[in-house]
Nanobody, 124 residues
Framework: QVQLVESGGGLVQAGGSLRLSCAASGRTFSRYAKGWFRQVPGKEREFVAAINWIGGITYYADSVEGRFTISRDNAKDTVYLQMDSLKPEDTAVYYC?????????????????WGRGTQVTVSS
């Protein structure tokens, strides 16, 4: 099974930046489309960003577009989320996900594999 491991979360002040990474381990499949989602206690998991298997085609939630950038390095089986101009409302556990399709998706139900998440906390 494909395993996804997020890293790079932490505590930052509003206006600061973080770069999240999601590395695949075990069985890998370079043609997976990948996405980032986030979740806070008591709320549904929220779409953040997605990228197609080769890169270059991306989707973003309206709340993060212009501030976050998703990218991938298939040679390293890794997807990244660069987060700039962070706001307190960005505070959440961030999850990466992968699906065995080449196109990106905004819908969590379409993803086949999920990481365990990494905490991002933005102070005011």
């Amino acid at each position: 099974q494909v395993q996804l491991v997020e890293s790079g979360g932490g505590l930052v002040q509003a206006g600061g930046s973080l770069r999240l990474s999601c590395a695949a381990s075990g069985r890998t499949f370079s043609r997976y489309a990948k996405g980032w989602f986030r979740q806070v206690p008591g709320k549904e998991r929220e779409f953040v960003a997605a990228i197609n298997w080769i890169g270059g085609i991306t989707y973003y939630a309206d709340s993060v577009e212009g501030r976050f950038t998703i990218s991938r390095d298939n040679a390293k089986d890794t997807v990244y989320l660069q987060m700039d101009s962070l706001k307190p409302e960005d505070t959440a556990v961030y999850y990466c996900a992968a699906e065995q399709r080449t196109g990106p998706s905004r819908t969590p139900g379409r993803y086949d594999y999920w990481g365990r998440g990494t905490q991002v906390t933005v102070s005011s």
